[in-house]
Protein backbone atom coordinates (compact mmCIF):
# COMPACT_ATOMS: atom_id res chain seq x y z
CA UNK A 1 0.00 0.00 0.00
CA UNK A 2 1.00 3.58 -0.80
CA UNK A 3 2.14 5.56 1.99
CA UNK A 4 0.13 8.95 2.58
CA UNK A 5 2.13 10.06 5.80
CA UNK A 6 4.24 9.16 8.15
CA UNK A 7 5.85 9.49 11.05
CA UNK A 8 10.06 8.77 10.93
CA UNK A 9 11.63 8.89 14.42
CA UNK A 10 9.65 10.57 16.08
CA UNK A 11 9.67 12.23 19.61
CA UNK A 12 7.31 14.34 21.16
CA UNK A 13 7.92 16.27 25.02
CA UNK A 14 5.81 18.02 26.86
CA UNK A 15 7.84 19.73 29.25
CA UNK A 16 10.27 17.14 30.93
CA UNK A 17 7.92 14.19 30.23
CA UNK A 18 8.77 12.13 26.84
CA UNK A 19 5.12 11.36 25.66
CA UNK A 20 6.60 9.56 21.78
CA UNK A 21 9.44 7.87 22.07
CA UNK A 22 10.85 7.79 18.84
CA UNK A 23 8.21 5.96 16.70
CA UNK A 24 7.60 5.25 13.50
CA UNK A 25 4.20 5.43 12.00
CA UNK A 26 3.14 4.69 8.72
CA UNK A 27 -0.35 5.75 7.16
CA UNK A 28 -1.22 4.02 3.99
CA UNK A 29 -3.28 6.02 1.68
CA UNK A 30 -7.15 4.77 1.52
CA UNK A 31 -6.99 2.55 4.18
CA UNK A 32 -8.27 3.06 8.26
CA UNK A 33 -5.95 3.32 10.57
CA UNK A 34 -6.52 2.67 14.30
CA UNK A 35 -4.15 3.70 16.81
CA UNK A 36 -5.37 2.01 19.96
CA UNK A 37 -3.59 2.31 23.75
CA UNK A 38 -4.72 3.48 27.17
CA UNK A 39 -4.68 6.92 28.28
CA UNK A 40 -1.48 7.82 28.38
CA UNK A 41 -0.28 5.56 25.76
CA UNK A 42 1.08 8.03 23.19
CA UNK A 43 -2.62 7.56 20.54
CA UNK A 44 -3.49 11.47 20.80
CA UNK A 45 0.01 12.72 20.79
CA UNK A 46 0.54 10.52 17.81
CA UNK A 47 -2.48 12.34 15.81
CA UNK A 48 -1.58 15.51 16.98
CA UNK A 49 2.12 15.17 15.67
CA UNK A 50 0.58 14.27 12.26
CA UNK A 51 -1.71 17.37 12.84
CA UNK A 52 1.11 19.63 13.64
CA UNK A 53 -0.61 21.09 16.72
CA UNK A 54 2.16 19.46 19.00
CA UNK A 55 6.20 19.92 17.74
CA UNK A 56 8.18 17.16 17.13
CA UNK A 57 11.54 17.22 19.71
CA UNK A 58 12.84 15.05 17.25
CA UNK A 59 12.34 12.77 13.80
CA UNK A 60 10.26 14.08 10.58
CA UNK A 61 6.11 13.88 9.64
CA UNK A 62 6.42 12.99 5.94
CA UNK A 63 3.88 13.63 3.53
CA UNK A 64 3.75 12.28 0.48
CA UNK A 65 7.73 12.13 0.63
CA UNK A 66 7.90 15.68 1.86
CA UNK A 67 9.10 17.06 5.08
CA UNK A 68 6.11 18.88 6.54
CA UNK A 69 7.86 18.80 9.77
CA UNK A 70 8.22 22.74 10.22
CA UNK A 71 4.58 23.81 8.77
CA UNK A 72 1.92 24.97 11.27
CA UNK A 73 -1.31 23.08 11.79
CA UNK A 74 -3.02 25.86 9.20
CA UNK A 75 -0.05 25.04 6.83
CA UNK A 76 -1.17 21.20 6.57
CA UNK A 77 -4.92 21.67 6.60
CA UNK A 78 -4.55 23.75 3.78
CA UNK A 79 -2.70 20.75 2.28
CA UNK A 80 -5.43 18.78 2.56
CA UNK A 81 -5.32 17.53 5.85
CA UNK A 82 -8.35 17.90 8.41
CA UNK A 83 -8.37 17.06 12.54
CA UNK A 84 -10.98 16.44 15.07
CA UNK A 85 -9.78 16.42 17.87
CA UNK A 86 -11.68 14.89 21.14
CA UNK A 87 -12.51 17.74 23.15
CA UNK A 88 -13.48 21.92 21.71
CA UNK A 89 -14.25 19.96 18.37
CA UNK A 90 -16.95 22.75 17.49
CA UNK A 91 -17.64 26.32 18.11
CA UNK A 92 -20.28 26.22 21.25
CA UNK A 93 -21.51 29.84 20.52
CA UNK A 94 -21.99 29.08 16.58
CA UNK A 95 -25.36 27.36 14.86
CA UNK A 96 -25.13 23.81 13.60
CA UNK A 97 -25.33 25.35 10.43
CA UNK A 98 -22.51 27.42 10.86
CA UNK A 99 -20.38 24.88 12.36
CA UNK A 100 -20.66 23.34 9.36
CA UNK A 101 -20.30 26.12 6.95
CA UNK A 102 -16.94 26.25 8.31
CA UNK A 103 -15.79 23.35 6.15
CA UNK A 104 -18.06 23.97 2.93
CA UNK A 105 -18.63 27.45 2.75
CA UNK A 106 -21.70 27.10 -0.17
CA UNK A 107 -23.61 25.76 2.35
CA UNK A 108 -24.27 22.59 1.15
CA UNK A 109 -24.23 20.07 4.02
CA UNK A 110 -26.15 17.38 2.33
CA UNK A 111 -23.34 14.46 3.18
CA UNK A 112 -23.52 15.53 6.93
CA UNK A 113 -27.11 15.55 7.00
CA UNK A 114 -27.71 12.62 4.99
CA UNK A 115 -24.89 10.79 7.11
CA UNK A 116 -26.24 11.67 10.20
CA UNK A 117 -30.09 12.85 9.96
CA UNK A 118 -30.55 13.58 13.17
CA UNK A 119 -28.51 16.64 12.34
CA UNK A 120 -30.89 18.14 10.37
CA UNK A 121 -33.43 19.11 12.91
CA UNK A 122 -30.90 20.96 14.56
CA UNK A 123 -29.12 23.42 12.02
CA UNK A 124 -30.25 26.26 13.86
CA UNK A 125 -29.67 25.08 17.27
CA UNK A 126 -26.55 26.62 18.45
CA UNK A 127 -24.24 23.64 18.81
CA UNK A 128 -23.65 24.27 22.82
CA UNK A 129 -27.23 23.66 23.72
CA UNK A 130 -26.58 19.92 22.02
CA UNK A 131 -25.76 16.65 23.58
CA UNK A 132 -22.37 15.04 23.76
CA UNK A 133 -23.11 12.43 21.09
CA UNK A 134 -24.80 15.58 19.17
CA UNK A 135 -21.63 17.79 19.09
CA UNK A 136 -19.89 14.48 18.01
CA UNK A 137 -21.58 13.75 15.14
CA UNK A 138 -21.28 17.35 14.09
CA UNK A 139 -17.49 17.11 14.73
CA UNK A 140 -17.13 14.38 12.76
CA UNK A 141 -19.47 16.31 9.58
CA UNK A 142 -16.45 17.83 9.32
CA UNK A 143 -14.99 15.30 7.87
CA UNK A 144 -17.16 13.84 5.94
CA UNK A 145 -17.79 17.73 4.34
CA UNK A 146 -14.29 18.06 3.36
CA UNK A 147 -12.39 17.00 0.52
CA UNK A 148 -9.28 16.35 2.96
CA UNK A 149 -6.76 13.59 1.70
CA UNK A 150 -5.85 13.07 5.46
CA UNK A 151 -8.85 12.45 8.12
CA UNK A 152 -7.15 12.82 12.08
CA UNK A 153 -10.42 11.80 14.08
CA UNK A 154 -10.03 11.62 18.26
CA UNK A 155 -12.28 9.15 19.52
CA UNK A 156 -14.80 9.10 16.71
CA UNK A 157 -17.44 7.78 18.73
CA UNK A 158 -17.43 9.12 22.24
CA UNK A 159 -20.75 9.60 23.44
CA UNK A 160 -22.54 7.95 20.60
CA UNK A 161 -25.00 5.12 20.55
CA UNK A 162 -24.14 1.49 19.34
CA UNK A 163 -25.61 2.61 16.37
CA UNK A 164 -24.60 6.00 15.56
CA UNK A 165 -21.15 3.99 16.44
CA UNK A 166 -21.51 1.58 14.09
CA UNK A 167 -22.74 4.36 11.15
CA UNK A 168 -19.63 6.36 12.36
CA UNK A 169 -17.31 4.10 10.88
CA UNK A 170 -19.42 3.45 7.85
CA UNK A 171 -19.20 7.08 7.12
CA UNK A 172 -15.46 7.68 7.78
CA UNK A 173 -14.55 4.22 5.69
CA UNK A 174 -16.21 5.74 3.47
CA UNK A 175 -14.10 9.05 2.69
CA UNK A 176 -11.89 8.66 -0.25
CA UNK A 177 -8.70 9.62 1.98
CA UNK A 178 -5.96 7.99 4.46
CA UNK A 179 -8.07 7.91 7.01
CA UNK A 180 -6.99 7.69 11.06
CA UNK A 181 -8.76 7.09 14.52
CA UNK A 182 -7.45 6.92 18.34
CA UNK A 183 -9.40 4.81 20.09
CA UNK A 184 -8.85 3.28 23.69
CA UNK A 185 -9.78 0.02 22.48
CA UNK A 186 -10.04 -1.65 19.10
CA UNK A 187 -14.03 -1.10 17.26
CA UNK A 188 -16.04 -3.76 16.81
CA UNK A 189 -16.22 -5.37 13.19
CA UNK A 190 -13.77 -3.59 11.39
CA UNK A 191 -13.18 -6.71 9.39
CA UNK A 192 -16.66 -7.04 8.12
CA UNK A 193 -16.03 -3.25 6.26
CA UNK A 194 -14.62 -2.26 3.03
CA UNK A 195 -11.39 -1.66 2.46
CA UNK A 196 -8.14 -2.42 4.00
CA UNK A 197 -7.84 -1.44 7.98
CA UNK A 198 -4.56 -1.31 9.92
CA UNK A 199 -3.92 -1.19 13.39
CA UNK A 200 -1.27 0.12 15.86
CA UNK A 201 -1.07 -0.43 19.82
CA UNK A 202 0.86 2.15 21.55
CA UNK A 203 1.82 1.54 24.97
CA UNK A 204 3.59 4.21 27.23
CA UNK A 205 4.56 6.43 24.05
CA UNK A 206 5.72 3.35 21.93
CA UNK A 207 4.59 1.65 18.92
CA UNK A 208 4.36 -2.19 20.85
CA UNK A 209 2.22 -4.03 17.74
CA UNK A 210 1.16 -3.36 14.27
CA UNK A 211 -0.64 -5.93 11.86
CA UNK A 212 -4.49 -6.70 11.14
CA UNK A 213 -7.64 -6.19 13.59
CA UNK A 214 -7.84 -9.97 13.52
CA UNK A 215 -4.17 -10.45 14.67
CA UNK A 216 -4.88 -7.91 17.57
CA UNK A 217 -7.85 -9.44 18.81
CA UNK A 218 -6.19 -12.74 19.07
Not at 16 to 33: M, N, Q, S
Not at 56 to 65: A, T, Y
Not at 92 to 103: F, I, K, P, R
Amino acid sequence: MTVEIELCAARVRYGPLEALHGIDLRVPAGALTVLTGRNGSGRTTALRALAGTVPLSSGRVVWRGRDVSALQAHERARRGLCFVPDLRAVYDSLTVAENLGLAVPDGDFTRAVEGYPALGPLLARRAGTLSGGEQRMLAVSRALLSSARVVLVDEPVLGLSPPAAARTYELLRALDAAVVVAEQRLPPGLDEGPGPVLVHELRRGSVVFSGEPAELSR
